[in-house]
């Protein structure tokens, strides 16, 4: 079974209509009936307008969303094992990190990616999924911390923004021997079996 992860560095269905991206994510499944797709919004603190922007985009198919709440059922890892696609916002990268291994929610995510679920996610749910991570601790720090591990390496997403670029470039001077992704919010990656596949332009 192939395992799928989609890395959105900006646009989608929060910023336009009928985006392509979101188009290129459905395709990824083969299925032809409307799939079942999870929005999880943890990095905005499930922030409703966000969710509801997700609702929206995807009313023709089977759409949910997990709420930090949720990740406490006894039973998250059957509805997660359910879906076809896990759809990750945009955020603070570190708090829903935090939050996800508080509660186990990590684990969830990785059972159900190694059991074919398409993980995908925007800018904090795009380089969550990579070794390490890169983003701003507050307004005028940017730290390095823990991601799942799921990917090699890194990722910068809005790598078009002058103050990120100038940091992450700094930060990855020392990083001799890793694998860096920069993408600016034109530009997304898909990775099969861990292993990168397509560069996709919109």
């Given at each position: 079974?192939?395992?799928?992860?989609?890395?959105?560095?900006?646009?989608?269905?929060?910023?336009?209509?009928?985006a392509y991206i979101d188009e290129y994510l459905l395709k990824i499944s083969r299925k032809q009936e409307p799939l079942k797709i999870a929005f999880i919004a943890t990095a905005s603190n499930d922030a409703n307008g966000y969710i509801d922007k997700f609702y929206g985009a995807f009313n023709k198919e089977h759409p949910s969303h997990l709420t930090i709440k949720d990740f406490d059922s006894p039973n998250i890892q059957e509805v997660v094992d359910t879906l076809d696609i896990v759809y990750v916002g945009g955020g603070n990268t570190q708090y829903m990190l935090e939050i996800w291994r508080k509660t186990g929610f990590d684990i969830v995510l990785r059972n159900a990616y190694q059991n074919g679920v398409i993980l995908a996610g925007i800018s904090a749910g795009a380089m969550c999924w990579?070794?390490?991570?890169?983003?701003?601790?507050?307004?005028?720090?940017?730290?390095?911390?823990?991601?799942?591990?799921?990917?090699?390496?890194?990722?910068?997403?809005?790598y078009n923004d002058v103050e990120r670029r100038l940091a992450f470039n700094n930060?990855?001077?020392?990083?001799?021997?890793?694998?860096?992704?920069?993408?600016?919010?034109?530009?997304?990656?898909?990775?099969?079996?861990?292993?990168l596949i397509a560069k996709i332009i919109t």
């Open positions: 079974m192939d395992r799928n992860i989609l890395a959105i560095s900006g646009g989608g269905f929060s910023e336009e209509d009928n990579f070794e390490t991570c890169y983003s701003e601790k507050n307004d005028e720090v940017y730290e390095e911390f823990k991601g799942l591990g799921i990917l090699k390496g890194s990722l910068c997403p809005h930060w990855a001077t020392t990083k001799h021997n890793s694998t860096l992704y920069t993408l600016n919010d034109t530009e997304n990656l898909h990775f099969k079996n861990e292993k």
